[in-house]
């Protein structure tokens, strides 16, 4: 009983073989450079989002100083106006 079931075990095993493909040491290498080629081009994507992330960032830096030179000077020239109000009502008043 086990010998059939061996057989047919062995004739399948035949039939499967038989068709697969195998790969040969030129299709291994061109594989190996494609994989190669796609993992250069994944370490580099980073390095392009990077700048341009970089350059937005510098872009909003640059507008937030500038915000901020005109908001300070805005202080100071009302605490001076202030201050010239107050000197003038101090010397007004007796």
Avoid at 5 to 33: I, Q, V
Avoid at 47 to 63: C, I, P, S
Avoid at 67 to 92: E, K, P
Wanted: aromatic letters at 0%.
């Amino acid at each position: 009983m086990a010998t059939p079931m061996a057989a047919g075990a062995s004739e399948a095993l035949t039939e499967a073989m038989s068709g697969a493909e195998r790969a040969t040491k030129a299709d291994l290498n061109a594989l190996g450079g494609a994989l190669r080629s796609e993992m250069a081009q994944l370490r580099s994507a980073p390095k392009g989002e990077m700048t341009g992330l970089r350059g937005e960032v510098n872009r909003a830096l640059e507008l937030l100083r500038r915000d901020m030179t005109i908001r300070l000077g805005g202080t100071m020239a009302l605490s001076v106006g202030v201050m010239v109000t107050a000197m003038r009502l101090m010397l007004l008043c007796p």
